[in-house]
């Protein structure tokens, strides 16, 4: 079964600092892979998708993922963190046919000034 | 582009009761997903329409319930609530097809009393 982990529960950086959230992922075949973020009481938004080709992909608000099939990791890393990035973080697989997503737990990303 | 509407954003029903839930998705997506938000159990797929068929179905009791219109329109609807089906409901729609991207709703936040 297709099962996704984020092994950090709460991280905290200071604004301007970088930023990398981790994901591991279990899935026979080849993945679709997702990071989507979640303020407090909203639903989620798509920051970048993995479907294939160049390992290493951009999303919005700055942010990019690598895709690592050795590792099964697929992590979230950003430059320089901006207060307003504060929020929590999902990692997601696609599961078989559809459109059906297994999500990891979440990380809830804190931003210090 | 409009995106995908939930109504309501809120609603407190007391044990017993039955609610509907409703999800527009975005213009020419035939697929809309559904997930149970906790804090305790996270993000878990409830199930998936397309082309007014289900395609996928989550492990959940059979009171939950859904469907989709011609127009993609879904309904969610959840018969004889327990406290624990307090939680947030997202509505998921995308294209259709393969796994793509998915385009989430702002939620129906259900508070069982």
């Known amino acids: 079964a297709q099962s996704v982990t984020q092994p950090d529960i709460h991280i905290t950086v200071s604004e301007g600092a970088s930023l990398e959230l981790r994901c591991n992922y279990s899935?026979?075949?080849?993945?679709?892979l997702f990071w989507y973020v979640q303020s407090p009481g909203q639903g989620l938004q798509l920051l970048l998708k993995?479907?294939?080709?160049?390992?290493l992909v951009q999303g919005i608000k700055g942010f990019e993922a690598e895709f690592k099939r050795s590792q099964s990791s697929f992590n979230l890393r950003k430059p320089s963190v901006h207060w307003s990035d504060a929020a929590e973080y999902f990692c997601?697989?696609?599961?078989?046919?559809?459109?059906?997503?297994?999500f990891g737990a979440g990380t809830i990303l804190r931003v210090k000034s | 582009k409009a995106g995908v509407t939930q109504t309501p954003r809120y609603l407190i029903k007391t044990r017993g009761q039955q609610v509907t839930l409703s999800c527009s998705p975005i213009?020419?997506?035939?697929?809309v997903s559904w997930y149970q938000q906790t804090p305790g159990q996270g993000l878990q797929f409830l199930f998936e329409?397309?082309?007014?068929?289900?395609?996928n179905k989550g492990n959940f009791p059979g009171r939950f319930s859904g469907r989709q219109f011609s127009n993609s329109r879904s309904e969610m609807n959840v018969s004889t609530l327990e406290l624990g089906d307090s939680a947030l409901y997202l509505c998921?729609?995308?294209?259709?097809?393969?796994?793509?991207?998915?385009?989430f709703g702002q939620g129906t936040r259900l508070t069982v009393v």
């Open positions: 998921a729609s995308s294209y259709g097809g393969r796994v793509r991207e998915a385009f």
């Open positions: 329409y397309f082309s007014e068929t289900q395609r």
């Open positions: 899935y026979g075949a080849t993945p679709y």
């Open positions: 993995y479907f294939s080709g160049d390992t």
């Open positions: 213009s020419g997506h035939r697929s």
């Open positions: 997601a697989v696609g599961a078989g046919d559809g459109n059906k997503l297994v």
